[in-house]
């Protein structure tokens, strides 16, 4: 190990963040545990004085009355997608309330916890309970992949049908295809960090940035700070979902997405030549790098490139430079199931080309979630 490389990974470790332990099975926006201490836990009563119904968490704000002194303290929940889901809304709690809060706290000393538990003490009812979303039961064996008159698969809703998007992703990290064992939460965040040399082929460089990523659970992300977009692959690892728009006319698709900032991009099908580069131009969204592409039999494939390294290209922190460049399969192998391949070429980050895949699933018939990244939270 080099002196440099020694020294980056003991400024990590004096940072305070040596430990490292995986959050609760939470399905939150952020990682809770870049923000709360999973080892000091802590039990509150008090009276609800203000329900923050916003993403990316919902806050309920309570006085807790200890020792003649009244303290006033944040509870971080859920998003309002992940609460809604489970049957809850803004009038579950109001204010005047007496309830019990049993959960994380703040890792900076703030009166902030997270709500692992809130229970209503008049009637002794739990809300705010949270479980963790589950693929549809769609029937079996599934229906063969939809298709238009020419014979091309069709990536949105069969025809004649409306509504639909994929989600629940196989993976919601980078590995490289063939890797065995390496096992990473909803967020990116790995099971055990000594398996971070089998993730990817890193620079040195980027392995030690991946590793203090982790090790800070994540916190420097700037898709939860500043609402960045994610790109490439990130965008096929987070909840809430994708929708394709073929518009066949002008030979292209729109892609959007339900999570982080409602973002979408264009894939290029007219045979244009690839331009993309890092500054942008008028046809190249700044952050999503120019994506062309063409069918080749089934499968879709998106060449994309004119990425800057101003946000993660994937959940769990994985580096990249302006020299990204990534070429993106999708194949739709039946009605239910999408096959999702990247390859990764940055030699500015990698020591050579390699690939990851997984699959996702179509939720038949509904809309994308509404989700905004609104930045200026507690």
């Known amino acids: 190990m080099t002196v440099k490389r020694k020294n980056f990974i003991l400024g990590v470790l004096g940072m305070g963040v040596a430990v490292f332990c995986l959050a609760a099975p939470v399905f939150a926006h952020h990682v809770p545990a870049a923000k709360f201490d999973p080892g000091r836990r802590s039990t509150l009563r008090g009276t609800v004085s203000k329900i923050d119904w916003l993403n990316p968490h919902v806050h309920v704000f309570i006085e807790v009355r200890d020792r003649n002194q009244t303290t006033n303290w944040a509870v971080e929940l859920e998003s309002t997608v992940n609460l809604r889901r489970n049957g809850w809304n803004a009038q579950t709690l109001r204010p005047g309330d007496a309830i019990t809060v049993v959960g994380t706290v703040a890792r900076n000393g703030s009166r902030q916890i997270w709500g692992d538990s809130v229970t209503v003490d008049g009637t002794g009812r739990r809300v705010f309970t949270v479980a963790a979303p589950q693929p549809p039961a769609n029937p079996q064996p599934a229906p063969a992949t939809p298709r238009w008159p020419d014979g091309q698969p069709r990536l949105g809703p069969p025809a004649g049908q409306g509504g639909g998007y994929w989600e629940f992703p196989t993976a919601t990290t980078l590995i490289e295809d063939g890797v065995q064992g390496v096992r990473a939460d909803q967020y990116g965040l790995l099971a055990n960090l000594n398996d971070i040399d089998k993730v990817a082929p890193f620079q040195p460089w980027a392995r030690d940035l991946y590793e203090f990523r982790q090790r800070n659970f994540l916190r420097d992300d700037p898709m939860f700070t500043d609402c960045k977009p994610q790109i490439g692959p990130r965008i096929f690892q987070r909840p809430y979902g994708v929708r394709f728009l073929e518009e066949r006319a002008q030979r292209r698709i729109r892609m959007f997405w339900g999570d982080g900032n409602q973002g979408w991009r264009a894939y290029f099908l007219d045979g244009r030549e690839q331009t993309g580069r890092p500054e942008g131009n008028a046809e190249d969204p700044l952050y999503y790098g120019h ?88």
């Open 291 to 378: 994506g062309v592409g063409q069918w080749e039999g089934d499968t879709l494939v998106i060449d994309s490139k004119g990425f800057h390294d101003r946000t993660w290209f994937s959940n769990g922190g994985l580096p990249h430079t302006p020299q990204l460049h990534l070429i993106e399969r999708f194949t739709r192998t039946d009605l239910n199931t999408l096959r999702y391949e990247v390859t990764i070429d940055d030699p500015g980050a990698y020591t050579r080309t390699w690939k990851s895949s997984w699959t996702m699933r179509w939720i038949a018939g509904a809309e994308l979630p509404t989700y905004y990244c609104q930045d200026n939270r507690p």
